[in-house]
């Protein structure tokens, strides 16, 4: 297992002149994906042609690669299978969830979560019925909030605003011990810190791959189901491929064996090609190493920006156990700031109304990094070279 992240960030394309802080949005190209990915279009997809599913493996790939992805996680062999994008997966978490707690119709979640995780429980009630409904409260509430109402507890673990951290290990035995189950979304957890679904107890945890783990834009999710409710846990999503026999072609639905009763269609073989890349790379990786520097990274930048940058708020927790590998800063004219520092190279991103984050990922951030970004900011800051009308013009995508 390597400590070494000098070495790891070498394994990575960054491109010149740039400070990249934004890998808890979109990781950066491992450098041997291209030729990974370029393998899989010429000699499997151009020579093997629909062999591939079979000869290269394809139809193998989400559960090959999910178990790279587990040990990441902290979670059992066979328990974790790739597929569709992350929000699918927290409805087919959020639906096999709510059915295994028969007479209770409330999901409690918080205010930090990411929205697209509560339109995806809103969705999943409206579909039950009228009596099913979403809960939300805010994240430090949410101990007192687990009631006997509750059937499942659905929290993102890292708030992506914030960073601000749940404990994922007192919250899944609260949650149990009211009869709830807790589903949790690793999206800014998984690649970020070391994460003990199993440890935890946790029953289902859902992720993406494209931030820390370096899928490339649009890089399938990821879904754990623990071992002991694999086969009880039923897909809402009921796709062919997590028939037990997709090639029977039977017209009535039964569910696979394991986790992998929760993939849905076809799995995305590029993107996948892309990800094995990247796990290669993160199958070395200590994770007890990555959670020190990434901590000392996000320290040193803190200790920097407050000492430079008085009109900047931390907006992240100070406590660095309560975070998780991102530090945010809240300002009136955020965006207008953080457009004038990419405009400079250094790469963080703006999280309405307020917020400038910036991801530490150690694999490949540097202490330079974190010098080069303070200084930039500084400057911009004493300057208020940020107060221009092209900074303030909001791009479609943030
Ligand atoms: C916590 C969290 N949940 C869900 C999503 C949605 O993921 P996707 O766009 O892959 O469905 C994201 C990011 O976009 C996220 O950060
Ligand atoms: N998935 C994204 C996308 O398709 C475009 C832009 C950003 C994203 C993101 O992942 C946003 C991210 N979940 C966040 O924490 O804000």
Redo the contacts with the bound molecule.
């Keep these: 297992m390597t400590t070494d992240f000098a070495a790891t960030r070498a394994l990575f394309h960054l491109p010149e002149g740039v400070i990249y802080l934004d890998g808890n ?1 979109l990781g950066p190209l491992p450098r041997s994906a291209a030729a990974r990915v370029a393998d899989c279009v010429t000699k499997e997809w151009g020579e093997m042609l629909i062999r591939g599913w079979n000869a290269a493996g394809w139809m193998d790939q989400p559960m090959k690669q999910g178990n790279r992805i587990a040990r990441l996680i902290g979670a059992e062999p066979d328990s974790v299978v790739l597929g569709d ?6 409805y087919q978490a959020l639906a096999a969830a709510l059915d295994m707690v028969p007479g209770r119709k409330v999901i409690l979640s918080d205010t930090g ?2 929205p ?2 509560l339109y995806m429980a809103e969705g999943l009630c409206r579909t039950l019925g009228p009596d099913y409904r979403l809960v939300t409260v805010a994240p430090e509430d949410v101990a007192g909030a687990i009631t006997d109402e509750v059937a499942v507890l659905m929290l ?1 673990q ?1 708030d ?1 605003r914030t960073g601000r951290m749940h404990d994922m290990a007192a919250l899944t035995a609260l949650a149990h011990e009211k009869g709830a189950i807790a589903v949790w ?1 690793l ?2 957890s998984a690649g970020a810190l070391p994460v003990e679904l199993a440890g935890c107890k946790a029953d289902f945890a ?1 992720g ?1 791959t ?2 820390y783990l370096n899928s490339g834009p ?1 890089g399938p ?1 990821f879904i754990y189901v623990a071992p002991r409710h694999q086969d009880r846990a039923l897909p809402a999503l009921s796709g062919w491929l997590g028939h037990a026999a997709p090639f029977a072609f039977d017209l009535a639905y039964r569910p696979g064996a394991g986790v992998e009763r929760m993939r849905v269609g076809t799995p995305p073989i590029l993107q996948l090609a892309a990800l094995e890349a990247s796990l290669d790379i993160w199958d070395t990786v200590d994770m007890q190493a990555l959670r020190a520097r990434s901590v000392a990274l996000c320290e040193a930048f803190i200790a920097g920006v407050e000492a430079t940058c008085p009109d900047l708020a931390l907006a992240s927790p100070r406590d660095a156990t309560q975070r998780g590998s991102q530090v945010s800063f809240r300002h009136p004219e955020g965006y207008a700031i953080m457009q004038a520092l990419i405009a400079q190279g250094v790469i963080g991103d703006f999280r309405a109304p307020d917020i400038l984050r910036f991801g530490f990922t150690p694999l490949y951030t540097s202490d330079a990094d974190v010098e080069g970004a303070v200084a930039i900011l500084a400057k911009i800051m004493a300057s208020g070279s940020w107060d221009r009308p092209e900074f303030k013009a909001r791009a479609k995508v943030t």
């Design positions: 949005s994008t992350l929000s699918i997966k927290v979560n990411f697209s995780d993102t890292v992506y979304d999206a800014h859902v993406c494209y931030k649009g999710a």
